[in-house]
């Protein structure tokens, strides 16, 4: 389950954007009809899905000239984000050097790019003046020879990473018509000291990470607007834990709901104007939404059993969350409204932290198996779900990339606890943090 505390500081300047929500006392609302299907119609876990191959674009990154560790760095990553998409196969570097290199930059031999397997080929022209770097990228198609894109960026000397990543972004577009996720940040928990967990920041592939909250005490949680410029999150900086927002400015602004000593696991609605969380405000922990222009709140649940975690579609239409209202926790889908409930998950005793795929065509979440969690997969037009993960270690809280295509989540596979990343379909699993035990991550939306 996602928790929260904070209260940032100037590392926080340059990461998010205004939002400032209002009060208002919450009204009073009578519990909805719930229904519940009949065991003929439970879903089935079909199995433990260990990787699967795709049709990939055969792509080459150039080498870049020798002599500049900025240009060598600056193709490296690129060639690392184009990689992890998972939509390309980039020419191994012993390949590429079986290319000629005399030519010029701007007239590429690009049958000689096509003859070593290459269908498409990126050319890069890297110079670097007094605190600032310029690229000139071409991407051609070696069949055709058309130069697809050709663009010229720029930044300073310390963002030829970030310039790396728009380039990357820009070529999957090119050539898929899908955005890029290079340019998307995580945000996840560490444990800073006895009893203190901070909200951290870094790039989507592990890099630049960097601390968003000194408070000394608990802040859990972090869940990104659908803008990716604010962090909602649970602090523990009053007397009770609240949910505070942080913009990109570093401003904190507290949430003004409706009270109880336990709020927890906040989650964005697609449009980012509604919040939705856990609250034991009324005695036990339900599930309530609160509008931010306005601070109105409605409780959508409302049973005796815990109801926590959870998590809107990307239509803003239903929310998946956890129940034990079955006897053990399962994952469940309402209307935003609170009605049409119907259990999604059967399979399993302990099932946890739903999250939307960006498609809304699947559900991931945690399941206890033989005594550990593991990331499952619920494809809601078949059915079923598949189990992603697997070895030694709990794999809880799972949130997806933009992409759908991958995602991230937290696993003790290595004894402490990590931030680690996997293809959607089990492949090509990462791990991104050292040190410090850290949970709960989130991923950001394009910014």
């Known amino acids: 389950m996602r928790r929260l505390r904070c209260a940032a500081l100037a590392a926080a300047a340059a990461l998010m954007a205004p939002a400032v929500p209002s009060q208002q006392p919450p009204p009073t609302q009578q519990p ?231 709020n927890s696991a906040p989650d964005w609605s697609p449009d980012g104007g509604l919040l939705a969380y856990s609250s034991n405000r009324d005695g036990n922990s339900e599930i309530y939404v609160m509008a931010l222009a306005t601070g109105s709140e409605r409780r959508l649940s409302f049973n005796a059993s815990i109801d926590s975690s959870p998590c809107w579609s990307p239509t803003g239409r239903e929310i998946a969350f956890t129940s034990g209202r079955a006897g053990s926790p399962q994952i469940y889908i309402m209307d935003e409204s609170g009605g049409n409930l119907r259990r999604l998950t059967f399979n399993g005793d302990y099932n946890d932290s739903a999250a939307w795929s960006p498609r809304g065509d699947r559900i991931a979440y945690t399941s206890r198996v033989n005594g550990r969690f593991e990331i499952f997969v619920h494809d809601l037009s078949r059915g079923s779900a598949v189990q992603i993960t697997s070895g030694p270690g709990n794999k809880e809280n799972p949130r997806w990339a933009p992409d759908g295509r991958h995602m991230v989540f937290s696993s003790s596979r290595s004894g402490e606890y990590r931030i680690c990343t996997v293809g959607a379909d089990g492949s090509n699993l990462r791990e991104l943090t050292s040190g410090a035990a850290a949970f709960t991550p989130d991923w950001s939306h394009p910014g």
């Open 32 to 262: 909805p009809p719930t229904q519940q299907p009949p065991p003929a119609q439970q879903p089935q876990v079909t199995g433990v899905v260990t990787g699967a191959a795709g049709s990939r674009i055969p792509i080459a990154v150039a080498p870049a000239a020798p002599g500049s560790s900025t240009a060598g760095d600056l193709v490296g990553t690129i060639r690392a984000d184009l990689e992890f998409t998972g939509y390309f196969d980039v020419l191994p570097e012993e390949r590429a050097r079986l290319v000629p290199t005399d030519a010029p930059a701007t007239s590429p031999p690009l049958r000689d790019w096509l003859s070593v397997g290459a269908d498409s080929l990126l050319t890069t022209r890297v110079s670097a003046q007094p605190g600032r770097v310029s690229c000139d990228a071409t991407l051609y198609d070696t069949r055709s020879g058309e130069r697809v894109l050709e663009r010229r960026y720029g930044g300073e000397v310390d963002l030829a990473r970030r310039v790396a990543h728009k380039i990357a972004d820009d070529i999957v577009r090119q050539l898929t018509g899908q955005p890029g996720i290079s340019l998307t940040r995580i945000a996840y928990v560490a444990k800073t000291g006895a009893g203190v967990k901070e909200i951290f920041l870094m790039d989507y592939d592990g890099e630049r990470a960097r601390r968003l909250t000194r408070t000394g005490t608990l802040c859990l949680s972090p869940a990104w607007s659908p803008d990716g410029e604010k962090l909602a999150y649970i602090s523990f900086r009053g007397r009770e834990p609240g949910i505070d927002i942080v913009d990109r400015n570093g401003r904190i602004t507290r949430v003004p709901t409706g009270g109880g000593d336990l």
